[in-house]
């Protein structure tokens, strides 16, 4: 009987509810995930309590070769409804595993995944790989801060001498990896754990500025337990992703459920949270502020405190914004809080030069003028003058959508002064990286003499094209309930690394572009409305 070719078996195996009726799927570049065409995912299979298992095999590509072959997987985790539509994929980039195949190689792997692990560092199982046959490597995810991985170090803490005995110095170090853009760190470390002995295990996060330790939360019977994977008389290589460093219970509502930080509602700041989200989640202005030292600029080093508490805290907290700026609306609260910004930064600069925030949020318009009855002179040039914008003001009332209003906006108008009339044009000359439009959903209600929401239907899409430039929506903030801005609710959607999440204050929590765009246009029985969009380039 022939010997199989070289080979890979790996045992995926997940424990998630995703609903009654619906199916956990794997989704990844490999023909046997559906090389990311999810309609030919792996299905799961699972025992209704929450637990999926399904199998992979890989061969060797090229089976007589004595030459070691890495075979690289990609994958991430999605869920199916009964009909086989995608409902939801799993955030955060894709997890990646390479396996270097000899001309003998037999593998066995056993993936304990966790749904929230952001993309991992590459992990090469066989010969020359960071993980040996046998071995097992525990992977852990926590937020991360304004200085990375040089602000804390995690140790894996358990009943075992080569885990410290849950002694938190003689623990084992654990190496980190963060991916370019991410808000969390991916901790990682292997060990051997003999089969005939469970352990019991937890994580335990220790700073370098003070030495303070911070234990994952619940008592020795909540602590994690593990055993290794047996096949036959054969030990798998166990991977165990653990998901997210288990919060203490007043903080579990934001970054454990997604990585990402919430901002307190202090004084009903729902209005400014939103924005501020929004700001904090625009890469490249994030850094530009926070790398910002000049204590003189107070409203700066304000914001940039706020961002490092996002960066790094699992809750930030805007009293002392407020404290600046008082209570806005989304609106005033962006017309007040930028330009404020360029000018304590350009306090600090050379004259007539652009800040940061010139470059990424504030634009410029070139109006123009030109007399067209009676007709004028031949030589008679255009007046013209240049007007800065923070968000351009849409018209919501009478348009169906973003593309009618934005059409309506740069339309030449017409004005009369005496018995001339003049043609005026409007076009954008300075394009920010960033375009904030703010819909005017206000509008005066003649019936009850007072202002009130304009509730018609008004669609956006998710990209753009103004003067050429092709823009995509990232940021969303949504009005709910209330009469007026300054009542009801408000919550942000945000688009990250290709996902949505939904921003409630300190709540955080995936969404979906469904959710983002489509729930909230508006109309009869819709009360959630876009209030303010943010597309960039």
């Not at 008389?233 to 990585?259: Q, S």
């Not at 699992?314 to 017309?335: A, K, N, S």
């Not at 709910?480 to 009542?487: D, L, N, S, V």
Request: glycine share 8%.
């Amino acid at each position: 009987m022939e010997n199989p070719p070289p080979h890979i078996t790996i045992l995926f195996s997940i424990t998630l509810k995703c609903g009654v009726g619906n199916q956990l799927a794997i989704l990844g570049d490999h023909e046997s995930l559906g090389s990311f065409n999810y309609e030919d995912a792996l299905r799961m299979e699972g025992n209704g309590k929450g637990d999926w298992t399904a199998y992979c095999v890989a061969h060797k590509r090229r089976p007589n070769s004595e030459e070691p072959e890495d075979i690289d997987i990609q994958y991430k985790y999605i869920i199916l409804d009964d009909f086989g539509r995608l409902v939801r994929s799993e955030g955060g980039g894709h997890h990646v595993l390479r396996i270097r195949l000899t001309s003998s190689s037999s593998e066995q792997i056993h993936i304990r995944d966790s749904i929230h692990v952001l993309r991992s560092p590459t992990i090469t199982i066989g010969p020359g790989g960071n993980l040996k046959s046998g071995q097992t490597m525990f992977l852990i995810q926590s937020p991360s801060s304004l200085y990375g991985a040089d602000a804390h170090e995690m140790i894996l803490l358990g009943n075992t001498d080569d885990l410290g005995s849950w002694i938190p110095s003689k623990g084992k170090k654990m190496k980190s990896y963060t991916p370019i853009g991410a808000t969390t760190i991916l901790w990682y470390t292997s060990l051997v754990v003999d089969p005939s002995s469970p352990i019991k295990y937890k994580y335990v996060m220790i700073s370098k500025r003070n030495n303070s330790i911070q234990h994952e939360d619940g008592d020795d019977e909540q602590d994690r337990t593990y055993s290794p994977t047996l096949f036959g008389d054969n030990h798998w290589t166990d991977i165990c992703f653990d998901g997210l460093f288990r919060a203490p219970p007043e903080f579990k509502e934001g970054w454990a459920a997604t990585g990402y930080s919430g901002l307190r509602n202090t004084f009903a700041s729902c209005s400014i949270n939103t924005v501020l989200q929004i700001m904090f989640h625009t890469s490249g202005f994030r850094e530009a502020i926070i790398k910002q030292e000049e204590e003189e600029m107070e409203l700066v080093q304000t914001v940039s405190n706020i961002f490092q508490q996002l960066d790094y805290e699992t809750v930030g907290d805007v009293v002392e914004l407020i404290q600046l700026l008082g209570m806005e609306d989304p609106h005033e609260f962006i017309d007040l809080l930028l330009p404020k910004l360029k000018d304590e930064l350009s306090s600090k600069q050379e004259k007539d030069t652009d800040t940061f925030v010139d470059d990424y949020f504030l634009g410029k318009y070139l109006v123009s003028s030109v007399q067209t009855e009676p007709t004028p002179s031949p030589d008679q040039e255009p007046t013209t003058y240049t007007q800065d914008f923070t968000g351009i003001s849409i018209k919501v009332e009478g348009f169906d959508n973003l593309k009618q209003s934005i059409d309506h906006h740069f339309a030449p108008s017409f004005e009369s002064a005496g018995n001339k009339v003049f043609e005026q044009t409007t076009k954008i000359i300075k394009r920010p990286k960033v375009l904030i439009f703010q819909l005017a959903r206000l509008g005066f209600n003649e019936a009850t003499c007072s202002i009130a929401r304009i509730e018609n239907r008004f669609e956006y899409p998710t990209s753009l094209e103004i003067q050429e430039v092709k823009y995509s929506l990232y940021g969303v903030v949504v009005h709910i309930g209330g009469a007026t801005p300054m009542e009801g609710h408000y919550i942000a959607f945000i688009q990250i690394s290709g996902l949505w999440y939904k921003f409630d204050d300190e709540f955080v929590e995936m969404s979906s572009e469904e959710e983002a765009t489509l729930n909230n246009y508006g109309g009869v029985g819709h009360p959630a409305l876009a209030y303010v969009l943010f597309y960039r380039e």
